[in-house]
């Protein structure tokens, strides 16, 4: 019976190994979804939505975006650590922010390492201070004084993780004792902003870079170590009186670990030809970033560095975990 079991276990499993191999010959056969961990409209869907429409016209696949919002991200995360590692859930997000995710959550639902592997980079940028456009503060120093003296009555909204880290991070360096608010999405936090239930925003500058462009958002300083070149009048923190934070953003499409290397490949080639059009170039240039085109190995190595890199940002941010 041993014996039985032995020999039925060792042709499972070359049944599964075999069948690997013939998916990713026949990749793609059926929709792609790209999953995005916030609401329609933020800046994350309009990410992922643009990233969805040029792949599709490089590879003539079908590709469909799913809005799974909330959480600051984690339930869309959650969802494609689950999926089939078959290429067709696709989690299209800051793969700085999912390196976070290991040190961010009491209850450890899934390690970002062990769940996912990347399959190509799509822009780098900066996190960004903004406040109302009607707010008497034209500088990061001159909000700095203002929160300084509002005390813990002072807040913030807030809807990603790179945007808390940021945040918190300038509580912390600015010794300043504000209180955050999170948010489904920018849209939400930008309403509230204009409300007067709000001090600042920690926003990304896919969103909030086009609402600056109209007057109807004022941004102070973004989280880069150097100015962005798609916003070369926007100050560092350091430049703004505050010193010692430096957080790169990255995006990427990123995978279930056990995806083979012929999709991976597949989809790598499909971003980077579509990342290397002009119309791509001109939109990250426009969200206050650039083109980022990586090797899925450079990628997944730079993945393994921010994990380390987080956990060493909340610690300094003196970030609870949820």
Request: hydrophobic fraction near 45%; charged fraction near 20%; glycine fraction near 6%.
């Amino acid at each position: 019976m041993k014996r039985f079991v032995s020999i039925f276990a060792v042709t499972a499993a070359c049944a599964v190994a075999s069948a690997i191999p013939a998916l990713s010959q026949n990749y793609p056969n059926q929709q792609i979804r790209f999953v995005t961990g916030f609401p329609p409209g933020s800046g994350a869907d309009l990410f992922t939505r643009f990233m969805a429409e040029r792949m599709k016209e490089v590879s003539s696949a079908s590709i469909v975006v799913e809005n799974r919002a909330g959480a600051t991200g984690s339930i869309a995360l959650e969802n494609v650590a689950r999926a089939k590692p078959d290429g067709y859930t696709v989690l299209v997000t800051a793969g700085s922010a999912t390196a976070a995710a290991n040190h961010i959550y009491k209850e450890r639902r899934v390690n970002v390492l062990d769940a996912f592997r990347i399959a190509a980079t799509i822009t780098q940028f900066g996190f960004l201070i903004a406040v109302d456009p009607k707010s008497p503060h034209k500088t990061l120093q001159d909000l700095t004084a203002h929160l300084k003296q509002k005390g813990d009555k002072a807040n913030y909204g807030v809807s990603a993780t790179s945007g808390i880290a940021l945040a918190e991070m300038y509580n912390a360096f600015a010794e300043l004792r504000t209180t955050r608010i999170t948010y489904r999405g920018s849209p939400e936090a930008l309403n509230e902003l204009y409300g007067g239930n709000l001090d600042f925003l920690s926003i990304d500058p896919g969103f909030a870079l086009p609402q600056a462009n109209q007057g109807k958002l004022r941004i102070l300083a973004v989280s880069t170590a150097k100015r962005i070149a798609s916003m070369p009048d926007v100050p560092t923190m350091e430049e703004g009186g505050v010193k010692g934070i430096n957080i790169p953003v990255w995006w990427a499409l990123i995978l279930p670990k056990q995806t083979p290397d012929a999709v991976i490949n597949m989809l790598n080639g499909w971003a980077n030809a579509a990342l290397e059009k002009p119309e791509s170039k001109k939109f990250f240039q426009d969200a206050g970033g650039e083109v980022f085109i990586s090797k899925p190995a450079d990628a997944d190595a730079m993945f393994i560095r921010d994990e380390k890199s987080w956990e060493e940002y909340l610690r300094i941010a003196k970030i609870e975990k949820q």
